[in-house]
């Protein structure tokens, strides 16, 4: 059993930061790939972005530049730093956990409650 814990969303204004946590645990032994997915309402999940063991990550297009990804392997946890934060980034973000296959990112069936982000004026 794998429990997956996030925090850190709130409302914030249109150019302001947050930072995200999720914290892993359980049957999980070493996670090869960690990651973030979002979905606002009406449109279906997207991933975010993604981190590897060895730190190598990937991010969507839409948040290249704002967003950074990172992770504590010894605290089987991942954060999504989010800055210069758009409306458009209005949505729950939830954790995963998963492999990398070299070409993509491939999520297991393990997710975490998600915390709702808001970008309002």
């Known amino acids: 059993q794998v429990q997956l814990v996030e925090s850190g969303g709130g409302l914030v204004q249109p150019g302001g930061s947050l930072r995200l946590s999720c914290a892993a645990s359980?049957?999980?032994?070493?996670?090869?790939?960690m990651g973030w997915y979002r979905q606002a309402p009406g449109k279906e999940r997207e991933l975010v972005a993604f981190i590897t063991y060895g730190g190598r990550t990937n991010l969507a297009d839409s948040v290249k530049g704002r967003f950074t990804i990172s992770r504590d392997n010894a605290k089987n946890t991942v954060y999504l730093q989010m800055n210069n934060l758009k409306p458009e980034d209005t949505a729950v973000y939830y954790c995963?956990?998963?492999?990398?296959?070299?070409?993509?990112?491939?999520?297991?069936?393990?997710w975490g409650q998600g915390t709702q982000v808001t970008v309002s004026s």
């Open positions: 359980g049957s999980i032994g070493r996670i090869n790939a």
């Open positions: 995963n956990i998963g492999d990398y296959t070299g070409s993509y990112y491939d999520p297991y069936d393990y």
